[in-house]
């Protein structure tokens, strides 16, 4: 069995947690990221977690020359991992076309070699905004989606819809791993969440906030029709999902008779407010963040949360980390930042 995966946007957040669970799963990884908004300081992060250096190319995903090259030197993969894309709502919303450009031709030029080189296995980053505004708690695999909030989560959800339609036709299995919010820092504090310019979700700007790295704190809207008036969203710790990844990957190896193509929650499977997650991290930091409330913000969806029982039942898989570990290790990755 070929134990070789590409992972692509490698040195991301989530993409390079999850190196560091395939590596200390056994798996043979070789990373892709064009550092336009990953960081190669992430790769020696990497590096000295699992104390071994990891094959890096500095590729972007919409060239398809590069993108060929790569597999032609390297030849067979036994898999894939594609995170590589932009994430930001806000951005998305302000600039729609570089999102449609990047996140969509990157994966097509992406499925265009897996398709070439016949590689057995592909997981797909996705995401719970593809659920869009709902108003029925949890949501579940089968959840009719909702009105899209982002031109971020239409990418993403176009992304599952392109990968469906070529499932059908080809020998590859494909997985769609629809992850809620992650958060948290490896436990050493060698890796994790790299901030570029000013946070956007919660938990960062929760923890610069605290350093002193930004001025103000804002709880964007109080007046939501949830339990405490705030946003609730389902907080799932990086490290989990990194957990997940590799356990789709096994899950894949393992099952012959796996469908062609499977989607999939990934989710703590309990929803926390704004305000309950900023009273996780007062407690495990003992400081008072004094935040102001502000209006609401464009794109954000009341509250969404996940039945995990699919992960459970196929990938044998369980969160671990509570609330409180995800600020924790978030807190200590912040306190390394700020050295």
């Known amino acids: 069995m070929n134990k070789k995966i590409l992972v692509t ?11 560091v669970d395939l590596i200390k799963k056994g798996f043979d990884v070789v990373c892709v990221d064009n ?6 300081r992430l790769l020696k992060g990497v590096e000295q977690i699992v104390q071994k250096k990891v094959k890096h190319y500095t590729i972007d995903l919409c060239d398809e020359a590069a993108l060929k090259q790569l597999f032609k030197k390297e030849k067979a993969f036994g898999g894939i991992i594609h995170f590589a894309a932009y994430k930001s709502v806000n951005e998305s919303v302000r600039e729609p076309l570089l999102y449609y450009h990047n996140n969509l031709k990157s994966l097509v030029n992406l499925l265009d070699v897996t398709v070439s080189y016949n ?24 959840t009719t989606l909702g009105k899209i909030a982002s031109p971020y989560a239409r990418t ?32 050493s504090a060698q890796i994790g969440e790299w901030q570029k310019g000013k946070p956007e979700n ?14 103000s704190f804002i709880v964007h809207g109080n007046d939501y029709p949830t339990r405490d008036g705030t946003c609730i969203r389902d907080y799932i ?7 997940a990844h590799s356990k789709a990957l096994q899950y894949l190896m393992r099952e012959k008779k796996a469908p062609r193509y499977q989607i999939i929650n990934l989710g703590s499977g309990t929803g926390t407010s704004v305000l309950e997650a900023i009273k996780a991290f007062e407690k495990v930091s003992k400081q008072k963040l004094h935040y102001t409330v502000g209006p609401r913000r464009e794109g954000d969806v009341v509250q969404i949360y996940a039945d995990n029982t699919l992960a459970q039942q196929l990938l044998q898989w369980q969160p671990k980390h509570s609330i409180d570990s995800m600020m924790r290790t978030a807190w200590k990755w912040q306190k390394k930042l700020s050295e």
């Open 156 to 187: 993403k959800r176009m992304g599952e819809e392109i990968i469906e339609d070529i499932s059908k036709q080809q020998i590859t299995k494909f997985i769609s791993l629809r992850y809620f919010n992650p958060v948290g820092a490896h436990p």
């Open 35 to 40: 550092l336009s908004r990953g960081d190669k």
């Open 9 to 19: 946007g490698g040195l991301g957040y989530i993409g390079s947690h999850t190196m």
């Open 202 to 215: 919660l938990v960062p700007a929760i923890t610069q906030f605290a350093a002193g790295k930004l001025q």
């Open 237 to 243: 710790h990086v490290c989990d999902i990194a957990d």
């Open 119 to 142: 590689v057995p296995y592909f997981i797909f980053s996705s995401s719970c905004s593809v659920y869009g505004d709902l108003h029925h708690m949890p949501v579940n695999e089968q």
